[in-house]
């Protein structure tokens, strides 16, 4: 039985929750939530799909269409967070990061690895967002010009898993993620 109030064991279990979103299609953090501010300032949030975690790294990779909103807000505030709620574990997983991203010739090594039938999700005609006069009012273009790479860079995981009593921590970068409990 391990140590409850050993950090390192909580953090453990938030990056083997999170890395099994890359591999298995029906775990939680599959889909995690991103949220990302607008250039207004307006708070977004949408589901994703988890392409790769490395916490070696220290990051978390997704796929994106380069015409897409996401792209406008995070071009203006390159700050997100992701939320993962993983039921099983009874753990909520909060990422907060900086977020770079590749597109064009910067992803065409990652393109390579897209399967063809997944390629349709990346280019639109109209863009995406645009208002149509019916619900099929458009093409998918599957082109590698507007596939995009976000990598989320991380600077805090927050961990919220209902044991009881409920446990909280929150683990940083800037300190080798050494992490401390919170008050739940
Ligand atoms: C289960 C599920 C998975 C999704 N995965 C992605 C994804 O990996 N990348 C993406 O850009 N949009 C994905 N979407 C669509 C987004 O939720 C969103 O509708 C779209 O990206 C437009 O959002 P935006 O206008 O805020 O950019 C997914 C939607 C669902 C329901």
């Given at each position: 039985m391990s140590d409850p109030n050993d950090l390192s064991v909580?953090?453990?279990?938030?990056?083997?929750?999170?890395?099994?979103g890359v591999a298995d299609k029906r775990a939680a953090a599959r889909h995690p939530v991103l949220a990302t501010v607008s250039p207004e300032g307006r708070p977004e949030a949408r589901t994703v799909v988890l392409r790769a975690a490395s916490r070696s790294a220290a990051t978390v990779e997704v796929h994106t269409d380069g015409g897409s909103g996401?792209?406008?807000?995070?071009?203006?505030?390159?700050?997100?967070?992701?939320?993962?709620w993983d039921d099983?574990?009874?753990?909520?997983?909060?990422?907060?990061?900086?977020?770079?991203?590749?597109?064009?010739?910067?992803?065409?090594?990652?393109?390579?690895d897209v399967p063809a039938g997944?390629?349709?999700?990346?280019?639109?005609?109209?863009?995406?967002?645009?208002?149509?006069p019916h619900a099929h009012a458009?093409?998918?273009?599957?082109?590698?010009?507007?596939?995009?790479?976000?990598t989320f860079e991380i600077e805090s995981i927050e961990l919220m898993q209902?044991?009881?009593?409920?446990?909280?921590a929150v683990f940083k970068a800037f300190d080798g993620w050494a992490g401390a409990w919170w008050v739940p």
């Open positions: 909580f953090l453990d279990l938030g990056w083997q929750r999170l890395t099994r996401k792209i406008t807000s995070l071009a203006a505030h390159p700050f997100a967070q992701l939320h993962v099983t574990a009874r753990l909520q997983i909060r990422l907060s990061t900086t977020v770079q991203i590749a597109r064009g010739p910067d992803a065409a090594q990652k393109w390579q997944a390629r349709i999700a990346y280019g639109a005609s109209p863009p995406p967002g645009t208002a149509i458009y093409r998918k273009l599957a082109n590698r010009d507007w596939f995009t790479v976000l209902l044991t009881d009593p409920h446990k909280r």
